[in-house]
């Protein structure tokens, strides 16, 4: 049964065990007991009290300051932002709010532009919950640490662009595997030239060494600079004998960034999350097949023969 069914249960049963008598009435608290499960207290209390006549009042306490128009304009904001955090977005809510009122890209109420004005960074986040949990969730990281060369590649921080000209550039590659890192699926290598942000992408099946080098070749290929040198992270996909013997045969000087330290490629990172994930997004692309499609994207995969393209690594013979 039902709340409501047992409340209208207990309803019926109260006029006839009000005018029962004492014998009858055991008997109707022992039915009610039996049928609605209450104990034999609280089923007492129920039968003796009155039907209430007027309805309850309405819980008393602060009213609600910002109401369904403030949180779906909070909304707009944060979309135009780029969906950053709400700590970071608050500082910037009346500077951003008066650009798209002057554009005419939002159209508010005069109280509600008001309110968006004193959102708090705690209360913007409130408001956002909803937003932010109606997005696809996020994977993990495909980062896997290669020991291979490790001590031979030299680190390079953040800090240590000032002598740079064009021609160096970040590179990382970013997944779209939905909430999952596992199976197969589309990566995209981004590339970011330091002191002029030529930025440079190129899908990739996977993130296989040969395949990763076969498109690093291509966006050097389409580059308005030649390329001289290159920093990454320390994944597998780019810190490998294939791509290393790449460097050394072209002349490109090859650095990498400390484990775990994004600010050591801020300008990768940055370009990451405004021009991939903006446009890309994070769900799960993958060919229709379990395998390589027979068709991939330009630079996906590089012939080993292909003249200046990093030599496929060998395998070692069975035994």
Request: with cysteine; proline share 8%.
């Given at each position: 049964?039902?709340?409501?069914?047992?409340?209208?249960?207990?309803?019926?049963?109260?006029?006839?065990?009000?005018?029962?008598?004492?014998?009858?009435?055991?008997?109707?608290?022992?039915?009610?007991?039996?049928?609605?499960?209450?104990?034999?207290?609280?089923?007492?209390?129920?039968?003796?009290?009155?039907?209430?006549?007027?309805?309850?009042?309405?819980?008393?306490?602060?009213?609600?300051?910002?109401?369904?128009?403030?949180?779906?304009?909070?909304?707009?904001?944060?979309?135009?932002?780029?969906?950053?955090?709400?700590?970071?977005?608050?500082?910037?809510?009346?500077?951003?709010?008066?650009?798209?009122?002057?554009?005419?890209?939002?159209?508010?109420?005069?109280?509600?532009?008001?309110?968006?004005?004193?959102?708090?960074?705690?209360?913007?986040?409130?408001?956002?919950?909803?937003?932010?949990?109606?997005?696809?969730?996020?994977?993990?990281?495909?980062?896997?640490?290669?020991?291979?060369?490790?001590?031979?590649?030299?680190?390079?921080?953040?800090?240590?662009?000032?002598?740079?000209?064009?021609?160096?550039?970040?590179?990382?590659?970013?997944?779209?595997?939905?909430?999952?890192?596992?199976?197969?699926?589309?990566?995209?290598?981004?590339?970011?030239?330091?002191?002029?942000?030529?930025?440079?992408?190129?899908?990739?099946?996977?993130?296989?060494?040969?395949?990763?080098g076969g498109a690093?070749?291509?966006?050097?290929?389409?580059?308005?600079?030649?390329?001289?040198?290159?920093?990454?992270?320390?994944?597998?996909?780019?810190?490998?004998?294939?791509?290393?013997?790449?460097?050394?045969?072209?002349?490109?000087?090859?650095?990498?960034?400390?484990?775990?330290?994004?600010n050591d490629s801020?300008?990768?990172?940055?370009?990451?999350?405004?021009?991939?994930?903006?446009?890309?997004?994070?769900?799960?692309?993958?060919?229709?097949?379990?395998?390589?499609?027979?068709h991939h994207p330009?630079?996906?995969?590089?012939?080993?023969?292909?003249?200046?393209?990093?030599?496929?690594?060998?395998?070692?013979?069975?035994?």
């Amino acid at each position: 049964m039902t709340r409501t069914s047992i409340h209208e249960y207990v309803a019926a049963q109260r006029p006839r065990y009000l005018q029962a008598t004492r014998g009858d009435k055991r008997r109707i608290l022992d039915e009610v007991v039996a049928v609605t499960g209450y104990h034999r207290k609280a089923a007492l209390r129920r039968l003796h009290r009155p039907p209430r006549s007027t309805p309850r009042e309405a819980r008393t306490g602060r009213p609600r300051v910002y109401g369904p128009d403030v949180a779906a304009a909070a909304q707009v904001l944060w979309e135009a932002s780029g969906e950053i955090g709400a700590v970071r977005l608050q500082p910037f809510v009346p500077e951003l709010l008066d650009r798209l009122l002057a554009c005419g890209a939002l159209r508010l109420r005069p109280d509600t532009a008001a309110a968006l004005r004193r959102l708090g960074a705690a209360t913007l986040k409130r408001l956002l919950a909803p937003a932010r949990a109606a997005r696809p969730p996020r994977g993990g990281g495909i980062t896997r640490a290669g020991t291979w060369l490790k001590h031979q590649i030299p680190l390079r921080t953040f800090a240590e662009w000032d002598d740079a000209r064009p021609g160096f550039l970040e590179g990382d590659l970013v997944a779209h595997c939905g909430a999952s890192t596992l199976g197969f699926y589309l990566c995209t290598l981004c590339a970011v030239d330091i002191v002029t942000s030529w930025t440079e992408l190129e899908a990739v099946w996977g993130k296989g060494q040969v395949r990763v080098g076969g498109a690093i070749h291509h966006v050097r290929q389409r580059l308005p600079m030649p390329l001289l040198g290159w920093d990454s992270d320390s994944g597998s996909e780019f810190i490998n004998e294939s791509f290393w013997r790449y460097c050394q045969r072209e002349r490109i000087t090859f650095t990498r960034g400390r484990a775990y330290r994004k600010n050591d490629s801020a300008h990768v990172e940055q370009k990451n999350g405004a021009v991939v994930r903006r446009w890309v997004g994070y769900l799960r692309r993958r060919p229709r097949t379990r395998a390589a499609p027979p068709h991939h994207p330009r630079g996906s995969r590089l012939p080993a023969s292909r003249p200046g393209s990093p030599p496929a690594p060998r395998r070692p013979a069975r035994r």
